[in-house]
């Protein structure tokens, strides 16, 4: 089945306000978790990652919040401008053991209206 | 900084037919991975490698293979294409389960 799951496929926030994106996760041993950015026709690029040992990172616009008991993690933008429109993707994995891989969610299409 | 290239870019075959799609990455990274992407089905792995001569397979793995044959190189063979199968595949590279690096992408089609 699929580990990563994003419940909604699309979202549409006014300029000025804040895109809300959530991540559900099945495996409760990930311990690593991030945010890609995908324009159309363009690959994926990392947006920003968090390990487990924290529960929020900032970084400007964005803030990832981490809630490990729930398997939950979710992408704030706050002041969404219409550049911030792409789909996005999130992916977690494990960092200890073997193999290196992560399980992406299916995307969410963000859609910031001027 | 470094650069993933993926050939070809498009790449248009015929039902049955064996196919194969090329990446090089100059990140120095051990691990490389393929994708598959489909509209509404975000990305899907299909095969990655953790070392030269190294490979693990994914969640898509049946209908292809694969080859490390240096750390800079990763190769994937669609064995038999499916008719009218179109999707993007993408290959990235990786220090382990950290930010993956994304190639361009080869857009298949079979006719």
């Keep these: 089945g699929q580990q990563v799951k994003q419940s909604s496929p699309s979202l549409t926030v006014q300029e000025g306000g804040i895109s809300i994106l959530n991540c559900d996760y099945e495996n409760d041993m990930f311990d690593y978790f991030a945010w890609y950015k995908k324009y159309p026709d363009n690959s994926p690029t990392l947006l920003i990652s968090v390990r487990s040992n924290v529960d929020k990172r900032e970084d400007g616009r964005l803030t990832v919040f981490l809630n490990k008991s729930g398997k939950h993690f979710s992408l704030h933008i706050t002041a969404s401008q219409p550049e911030d429109t792409a789909v996005y993707l999130c992916a977690a994995g494990r960092e200890q053991g073997t193999g290196s891989k992560l399980s992406f969610g299916k995307g969410a299409k963000l859609t910031v209206s001027p | 900084g470094g650069i993933i290239t993926q050939t070809p870019k498009f790449l248009i075959g015929q039902e049955g037919q064996k196919l194969t799609l090329k990446c090089q990455q100059n990140f120095n990274h051990d691990t490389m991975y393929w994708y598959r992407q489909d509209s509404g089905k975000g990305l899907r792995l299909i095969y990655y490698s953790i070392t030269e ?59």
């Design chain 2, 53 to 111: 001569n190294d490979l693990q397979k994914g969640d898509l793995s049946e209908g292809y293979d694969a080859s490390r044959e240096k750390k800079s190189s990763f190769s994937l063979t669609v064995t038999s294409a499916q008719k009218n199968e179109m999707a993007v595949f993408l290959c990235a590279s990786s220090i382990w389960v950290a930010e993956q690096f994304f190639g361009p992408g080869t857009r298949l089609t079979v006719l």
